[in-house]
C-alpha cells in the first residue's frame, strides 16, 4: 500500500455508555487524517453516548446492523467495559466484524471486551494496569508493553488512554507505510514532553496511587 492516491479504509469505532474519551478520541484524530480514510462511529443503535462521567456525549452514526465489515475495528476502554464484557449482542457483533478486519483494535479496557469476544485467548495484550487482573480471567495475558501486535491474529492492543495514539501511528505504518505514520505524528504534533514522570505505576510512588485511588473512588 504505498500509493494511496486510490486506497480507502473504513474504520469503525465503537460507543457504548460510560466509555473514556480520549481511548476513541484519540486515535480518531491520528488515523482521520490519513488520505483515503473513512471513520464511523458505531453503537448498538444510532444516537448519543455518554463519557464516563457523564460531561461528554459522542453521537453514533451508524448500529451494528449498518456496519459489518469495516477494514479497522476499534474498541475503546472504560468504566461502560464492565458491562460490554457481558453483553452479548456487542460481543457477537465484534466477533463478526472481526472475520471481514483488515485489523481489530482496542485501547485501555477494550482489551477486555476483545477477550471477553474470545480473540485474545492465549495472546498477550496491553490494557491499563488497573485491568490485568481482569484480563487475565478473561483468558489473555497481560503485558506492560504499551502497545502489543499480533499481526498474524489481525490484532493490535495498547495499554490505557494516551496509548491509543501510539497504536493508531503504529496502525498507519502497517495501513500505509512508516513515513505516512510520522507524517501523522508530526500533523498532530504528537512530541511528549510530560512534566513529570508519573505515568506508570513505578514512576508515580505511593503518595500519588493513594491520592488516584481517593480520586477514583467516585468514578465507580
Not at 481511548?23 to 484524530?29: L, N, R, V, W
Not at 449482542?89 to 477486555?112: A, E, F, I
Not at 505515568?199 to 496511587?209: D, L, Q, R, S
Amino acid at each position: 500500500m504505498q500509493g494511496i492516491t486510490l486506497w480507502v479504509v473504513h474504520i469503525a469505532i465503537l460507543l457504548f455508555d460510560r466509555l473514556t474519551a480520549l481511548d476513541a478520541i484519540g486515535p480518531y484524530e491520528t488515523l482521520q487524517r490519513l488520505p483515503g480514510a473513512s471513520v464511523t462511529f458505531v453503537g448498538e443503535q444510532r444516537g448519543e453516548y455518554r463519557t464516563e462521567n457523564g460531561f461528554l456525549g459522542l453521537l453514533a452514526d451508524a448500529d451494528f446492523s449498518e456496519l459489518t465489515d469495516p477494514d479497522v475495528l476499534l474498541i475503546p476502554g472504560g468504566v461502560g467495559t464492565r458491562a460490554v464484557v457481558a453483553h452479548e449482542p456487542t460481543l457477537d457483533w465484534v466477533r463478526h466484524v472481526h472475520q471481514h478486519t483488515q485489523y481489530t483494535t482496542s485501547v485501555c479496557t477494550g482489551s477486555l471486551v476483545l477477550a471477553a469476544a474470545g480473540l485474545l485467548d492465549g495472546l498477550t495484550a496491553a490494557t491499563h494496569w488497573g485491568a490485568y487482573g481482569a484480563l487475565e480471567k478473561l483468558g489473555a495475558q497481560p503485558t506492560e508493553q504499551r502497545v502489543v501486535a499480533h499481526l498474524e491474529q489481525r490484532i493490535i492492543t495498547a495499554a490505557g488512554v494516551s496509548a491509543g495514539i501510539d497504536m493508531a501511528l503504529r496502525l498507519s505504518e502497517l495501513l500505509v507505510d512508516e513515513t505516512a505514520a510520522k507524517a501523522m505524528q508530526l500533523m498532530i504534533e504528537y512530541d511528549p514532553q510530560p512534566p513529570f514522570d508519573a505515568g506508570n505505576v513505578t514512576g508515580a510512588g505511593p503518595a500519588v496511587m493513594e491520592r488516584l485511588i481517593e480520586y477514583s473512588q467516585d468514578k465507580d
